[in-house]
DNA sequence: CGAATGTTTGAACCCTTTCAAAGACGGTGG
DNA sequence: CCACCGTCTTTGAAAGGGTTCAAACATTCG
């Protein structure tokens, strides 16, 4: 609360896709340096979004996409019931909000699990560029392509029925990702809770916490807290069934 | 087997978006009558399908997008474990293999419910279309959105962790899906068997066929065989969770 | 008509949920 | 620095719902 000043006056960074690690993974993902510097003028702006906060609710109106430059962010849909359900988690390289392009409005709400920072991509810019730019038009469509392949993903998961398989197709899911990015696939931070976890994989909070207890028994993983170290990534994806 | 000479020779058939019945729920909603003669020009091929038979395969290269002009599909995914895993049901106007864009080979395999035709649309040529005709940009955009919301709201669907809710939830999304193309949302035939529907929504074929009989001894619904009616579109909405 | 496929129904079992309570962690204030 | 509090996590026991296994029935299509 206090801080809200503070993040005020940082709100506005100077965004750089060139410069950025990420570029590889992203939106700028095969550009040439010429086009990535014609998108850094469309993709000027960052924005810092402490824990705990929105970075846009379901019913906005749709405006940018928002790639994540640091950090992590979970999106949630909000039932008729009260009931918020977990469709995705996001890490840095992922990009943000292209659901929304075909009803102009929010469907989801987008919450940061850590301090984070994001890059606004406003739509309307975005959707000029691709109309010049021909390899961005195709990375585009690759980008919204892998986005519906995660979701399809995810529903395989969440087809696995036993509970033991979600969970280990979910921290090979993370352990994938996190590769991906430069960093260890056997070794890292879980940014949700436990309850967060069992609402994105359909289970609950008791039953998340019982796999982990059996996965370490078994030798398979330590867990300490949200410290996750995966000791035997062969027998884990053994444990998955039809996902990947 | 023995029809297959007379399907080759009805393989392809000249298409016309302009005067498709389903060009608004198609790629060419919202087109101008210009830009969708500019679009005839590349989906210019259709194709008849057998039941049974397969419009595409896993790892099949990716060359074409397909329209539904008539019938009925499925996409499935295959297990590491030769499990089928049924991912999406596709009815006329609705658009196959997006997906693929991402990754240039189909991931998921597409057969026909039933006897059926769809319009080519190789991609190569809609990129370049998609580069010269900017409304068809934007509404090409939608669809794809369109699609990663399909598979969120599946989603959603698999989440309610009650029977009852997934297959409340299934009948009313083909309910509105056929609505939407001008058939009674209240009285349809199910292209697909007890088997398939309960692959898709993670359920025994013995709890379908459960269901179906207490929905039906409830008053809810009627069903015979492929047949159903639903006589409380009200109150089956009241039995799905979070999914709409 | 007969075989193959698809559907319905029953009973026992298994896994996850639910309900309950204790334990650990992290942040706050004294 | 430590005690306290709220939040998160772990563990236990009972209950519920869907699956599994089994068998009869219906439908479709050659």
New interface residues.
């Given amino acids: 609360m206090r801080s809200i000043p503070i993040k005020v006056s940082l709100d506005s960074i100077k965004a750089s896709c060139g410069s950025c690690s990420l570029h590889e993974l992203c939106l700028p993902m095969g550009l040439s340096q010429e086009d990535t510097e014609l998108l850094d003028q469309t993709v000027n702006k960052r924005r810092k979004l402490a824990r705990g906060e929105h970075l846009y609710r379901v019913g906005d109106p749709f405006q940018a996409l928002y790639a994540v430059r640091s950090g992590f962010f979970k999106t949630l849909?909000?039932?008729?019931?009260g009931?918020e359900?977990i469709?995705g988690f996001y890490m840095p390289g992922e990009v943000l909000g292209?659901?929304?392009?075909?009803?102009d409005r929010h469907?989801?709400s987008t919450m940061a699990l850590e301090d984070s920072i994001v890059c606004d991509i406003p739509f309307a810019e975005l959707?000029h560029l691709?109309?010049v730019i021909?390899s961005l038009?195709?990375h585009f469509?690759?980008?919204?392509?892998?986005?519906?392949?995660a979701?399809?993903r995810?529903?395989?998961l969440?087809?696995n029925?036993r509970a033991e398989e979600r969970l280990a197709g979910f921290l090979l899911s993370l352990s994938q990702r996190f590769a991906a990015r430069g960093y260890s696939p056997t070794q890292f931070n879980l940014r949700m809770t436990r309850e967060e976890i069992g609402n994105y994989l359909?289970l609950t909070i008791e039953t998340i916490s019982r796999l982990f207890s059996r996965l370490q028994k078994e030798g398979l993983v330590n867990v300490q807290n949200r410290e996750v170290k995966i000791n035997d990534l062969v027998k884990l994806r053994g444990m998955v069934?039809?996902?990947?």
Avoid at 77 to 81: D, I, R
Avoid at 141 to 149: A, E, P, T, V, W
Avoid at 241 to 244: A, F, L, Q
């Fill in positions: 849909h909000l039932g008729g019931n009931r359900k469709v292209m659901d929304a392009i075909s009803i469907q989801y959707e691709i109309g021909p038009q195709y469509h690759r980008l919204m392509s892998g986005d519906i392949n979701g399809k995810h529903m395989l969440l087809d029925t359909g069934g039809h996902c990947d």
